[in-house]
């Protein structure tokens, strides 16, 4: 039996395709950043696999991944300072409660 | 013709990364939801190994595994009362989810089944060595990434700095 | 000439505006009147070299023989909007505009003067706007000054709207009041509606003859002088083939010259009140008295009839304009006349009493024709011109004073003030004598050679005028008679007796009561004469007695002496023969009363005809078509956003879902579209 590119792509699907249900259905923000990681790790897993497969004697992918690692935890820490905030200001972090800004 | 014991090792992985994912984003605590993304985050540190990127699969366990996961849980802890870390899902609200959902996984499934089956083989590919990433990291020529790299530690310490800002009291 | 001194003349005034208006507040009271008057002093020191230089230095250029001619000092192109079209300031002297420099800055010196006295009360206490007061007079000053001396119609026209704001703002002067402030925009509506006229008369003229210069419309260039021009039929008879030569069009029974004439003549009618559109004068005295003596006595409101005289060889070719001018005149004079005789308020009394003078000077510009006594109406209208603005000036200075003292504008509140103030009463007399036409007073001799004028040219307007000439002693002395005699003055309790005002006030009455007294000696037909020529072949101190035409002198001096005697005899002393002659001509009284309700008239004109005809069904359009389409459009898009706003809803999640299946949809398609 081959492992071919397409074996690891699935997962990958699968994984981005609970990220999209996990932030369209919750509505704890963490929740939602967590869904966030996780469509943004199966992005990740594409890069390196494709250039695994396609491109093994560069390290585009690679860098781009770990780029995008960096990033993300840059992205989460600042969305929890906000989220902690959020929490101090309405006591909660239900999406739902969030409506002061609304029209 | 992979070995046996990689293709096993495959599916465990392939395995894991489903089962969690879903684990991750239908389970109704969020320390749960949190543990589970861990274990999500450890197969995919598992996909890189077996795609030969030792550093990567390093850096993703110490950076996600490590250090965002650990924040994940610290901002639980630090946000959610005991007793009401459990919701209950609208069933709409579901429903729309994974209408989205399924289809995307129909669409990008059925493309990725219809194109992908040309790509068979691994190509062989010689170990990168931490020589290599750090000219590539520290290089300004082609293939080098110094100026994403600074750009990034820029980032870093705007993050630092709005972080204490937005969090600190006031 | 050297031009610094004219630059000097119009400068001065603007600066004087600018310094106080700017930084009136800045200065305190006294500084701001007497920097006001001093400049004025020194504007009134050059305006007479400029005049003295021009009718005796014999400069070549300035005389040429026995005839004056006329002389640009300077002329600055302002505007250049084509090759041919320019529009240059200047500064043109010939006599009527050096007549006008020396009338306007002598009362507009003495109203300065006058007004340090009269802007503040009994006790010293200065008038809100002091500092204000005096910017707008010395715009005044300077818009006036511009107005004469413009060397084009359109830079007349320019200071004819910058006299007419500057009027605006002296009216409503006491801008708290409101019957200030609509006297003041009433005065500017009139006014501006009949500027429509002259702008529209400008225009037509302009555009059949091509120019705006006067020099160019009514004299010819002097062989080789540059700047200089003498009157002369034959420019009118060239102009007149412009006229012709581009198919003069008939309109509506007149030639497009008649016209433009008339509708020229509309601006003056408006300007100096004449009938219909005197009716903002009466109102305009709302505004402090020294302005009435300024602007609506002396000098902005004969304007009008400076306009004519400035284009008076145009009028001179189309004779019909000068007839219409002619019964316009007679008309106002006669209306006046009437109602000056039953009016309470003194300053009305002078409103109308001025009205009827400047219909006096109009009416003499329309009799004068060439051919008789080298065109004397024209000298006489200016010469009236000239004594009228004194003697006017000096009544309503005395007037102010009477004010002043008293606090109240009806002489009903004054009545035997002669012991109480001397100097004002005498200075008042010898205005009413020389307004009456008595000899030896400056009014005798104009009016007496306006009425020459008028029996050159017909008996009816001879005979017309003599009476009206009557009417106004009549209504003059019957004023003065009720001011100073008819019953001893009663002092109110807790009142001091009134008194003859501080020096600043009573100088400008002796001063202007000396010249009214000496100016008729003047011999003026050696001065201003319509096409410059001397009259007299020698002057002297009494060439004017000398030249009198006797017979027409000793008829409205007698005239004048009976209308004096009635009404000496009707209002020396308390009696009951005014209130018998009024029983006996109750309409006549009471429509003289209320003015011939002229304002009603135009109320009625004005409300139940425009506004409810015209401007109601506008208004309704505007409300309920145009505005309504545009409510009607704001409506549509509310109800539109509202309908819509739930897409709106600011929740992530929703449009993060709506977003991804129509991106999933656009790649569904793609994907079977294209494999």
Redesign the interface.
């Known amino acids: 039996m081959e492992i071919t590119l397409l074996y690891y792509l699935i997962p990958s699907l699968i994984m981005f395709c609970c990220g999209v249900y996990g932030f369209l259905t919750r509505k704890n923000m963490i929740a939602i950043l967590i869904s966030l990681e996780l469509m943004l790790n199966a992005v990740d897993i594409n890069f390196v696999v494709f250039n695994r497969f396609l491109f093994p004697g560069q390290m585009e992918g690679m860098f781009f991944t770990l780029f995008a690692i960096a990033i993300a935890a840059a992205e989460t820490a600042l969305a929890i300072a906000i989220i902690i905030n959020v929490f101090r200001a309405v006591k909660g972090i239900d999406v739902r409660d969030l409506t002061k800004m609304k029209f | 013709?992979?070995s046996v014991g990689?293709?096993i090792m495959?599916f465990i992985?392939?395995v894991a990364?489903?089962v969690f994912?879903?684990l991750?984003?239908t389970t109704r605590k969020?320390l749960r939801?949190?543990t589970y993304?861990l274990f999500?985050?450890f197969a995919?540190a598992a996909?890189?190994f077996m795609?030969?990127?030792e550093?990567?699969g390093a850096?993703?366990i110490a950076?996600?595994a490590g250090?965002?996961v650990v924040?994940?849980v610290f901002?639980?802890l630090?946000?959610?009362r005991p007793g009401d870390n459990t919701?209950k899902?609208a069933s709409r609200?579901?429903v729309?989810?994974?209408?989205?959902?399924?289809?995307?996984?129909l669409?990008?499934?059925?493309?990725?089944?219809?194109?992908?089956?040309m790509?068979?083989?691994?190509?062989?590919?010689g170990e990168?060595d931490m020589q290599?990433?750090g000219t590539?990291?520290m290089g300004t020529g082609y293939?080098q990434?110094l100026l994403?790299f600074e750009a990034?530690s820029v980032?870093?310490l705007?993050?630092?700095i709005?972080?204490?800002v937005?969090?600190r009291?006031r | 000439m050297d031009p610094i001194i004219p630059i000097l003349i119009l400068a001065i005034p603007l600066c004087m505006f600018l310094v106080l208006g700017l930084f009136g507040n800045k200065m305190s009271h006294p500084i701001a009147g007497i920097l006001g008057t001093a400049g004025m002093g020194v504007t009134m020191v050059l305006a007479y070299i400029t005049a003295f230089t021009y009718f005796f230095s014999g400069a070549p250029q300035f005389i040429d023989g026995d005839v004056h001619l006329q002389n640009i000092v300077f002329n600055q192109d302002w505007l250049q909007f084509t090759d041919s079209l320019v529009i240059r300031l200047g500064f043109l002297l010939d006599p009527i505009s050096a007549l006008m420099l020396v009338v306007i800055t002598t009362i507009s010196f003495m109203v300065h003067l006058y007004s340090n006295g009269y802007m503040r009360d009994h006790h010293g206490v200065w008038e809100t706007g002091f500092q204000r007061f005096y910017a707008f007079l010395s715009l005044f000053s300077f818009s006036m000054l511009g107005l004469v001396v413009a060397t084009n119609i359109f830079q007349m026209y320019i200071f004819w709207e910058l006299v007419g704001a500057s009027s605006y703002l002296l009216i409503g002067f006491y801008y708290t009041k409101p019957s200030a402030v609509s006297a003041s925009k009433k005065a500017f509506i009139v006014t501006r509606f009949a500027d429509l006229g002259f702008l529209i008369g400008i225009l037509i003229l302009s555009f059949y003859t091509g120019t705006f210069n006067f020099t160019d419309l009514t004299s010819a260039p002097v062989a080789g002088m540059d700047g200089v021009y003498q009157v002369s039929g034959e420019t009118a008879a060239g102009i007149r083939n412009i006229f012709q030569t581009s198919a003069a069009p008939i309109f509506m029974g007149g030639s497009v010259m008649t016209w433009a004439l008339v509708l020229i003549f509309m601006g003056g009618m408006g300007k100096s009140a004449m009938l219909p559109l005197h009716i903002w004068l009466p109102d305009a005295m709302e505004g402090p008295t020294p302005v009435s003596a300024l602007i609506h006595a002396a000098t902005m409101v004969v304007a009008g009839v400076y306009l004519v005289a400035r284009l008076f060889p145009l009028y001179l070719m189309e004779v019909t304009s000068l007839d219409i001018i002619v019964v316009v005149g007679a008309l106002t004079a006669l209306y006046a006349a009437i109602v000056a005789c039953t009016q309470v308020d003194i300053k009305r009394v002078l409103a109308f009493s001025t009205i009827s003078q400047i219909a006096f000077m109009m009416v003499s510009l329309g009799v004068a024709r060439p051919e008789f006594h080298h065109g004397i109406g024209y000298m006489a209208g200016m010469f009236h011109l000239f004594t009228h603005a004194m003697f006017k000036a000096l009544l309503f200075l005395c007037a102010g004073a009477l004010i002043h003292a008293i606090g109240s504008n009806d002489y009903t509140d004054m009545h035997g003030l002669r012991k109480y103030m001397p100097v004002t009463h005498i200075t008042f007399l010898i205005g009413c004598l020389a307004i009456a036409g008595i000899i030896p007073f400056a009014g005798f001799f104009s009016k007496d050679e306006i009425l020459t004028a008028c029996f050159g040219n017909s008996m009816v307007w001879y005979i017309w005028m003599s009476f009206v000439a009557g009417l106004t002693a009549f209504y003059m002395f019957r004023l003065y008679y009720l001011i100073f005699w008819w019953k001893e003055h009663k002092i109110h309790e807790g009142h001091h007796a009134p008194h003859d005002q501080p020096w600043t006030m009573t100088l400008p009455l002796v001063v202007l009561a000396a010249i009214s007294c000496v100016a008729g000696f003047v011999p003026f037909g050696n001065l201003v004469t319509w096409n410059g020529h001397n009259m007299f072949d020698h002057v002297s101190f009494l060439t004017n007695l000398e030249n009198l035409d006797w017979s027409v002198a000793v008829i409205s001096l007698l005239v004048a002496v009976a209308a004096i005697a009635l009404a000496t005899v009707m209002y020396k002393k308390e009696n009951p023969m005014p209130e018998r002659m009024r029983r006996l001509m109750p309409n006549l009284w009471r429509w003289s009363r209320n003015r011939f309700y002229w304002d009603e008239l135009y109320m009625f004109i004005t409300h139940k005809i425009i506004f409810n005809l015209i401007c109601r069904p506008i208004a309704w359009f505007d409300r309920h078509i145009i505005d309504g389409s545009m409510d009607g459009m704001a409506y549509l898009a509310q109800r539109a956003s509202y309908a819509i706003r739930g897409l709106q809803s600011g929740n992530i999640q929703m449009y993060v879902w709506v977003y991804l299946i129509g991106a999933l949809l656009l790649g569904a398609v793609t994907v079977i579209c294209l494999i």
């Open positions: 013709m992979e990689s293709i495959y992985i392939a990364i489903i994912s879903v991750t984003v969020i939801s949190a993304l999500t985050l995919t996909v890189y795609m030969d990127y550093f990567l850096v993703q950076v996600y250090g965002i924040l994940f901002s639980i630090l946000t959610s919701e899902l609200r579901r729309l989810g994974l209408t989205a959902a399924v289809a995307m996984l669409v990008a499934g059925y493309s990725l089944v219809s194109r992908c089956s790509f068979v083989s691994r190509p062989e590919m990168i290599q990433v590539a990291l293939g990434y994403p990034i980032l870093l705007a993050c630092i709005g972080g204490i937005v969090a009291k």
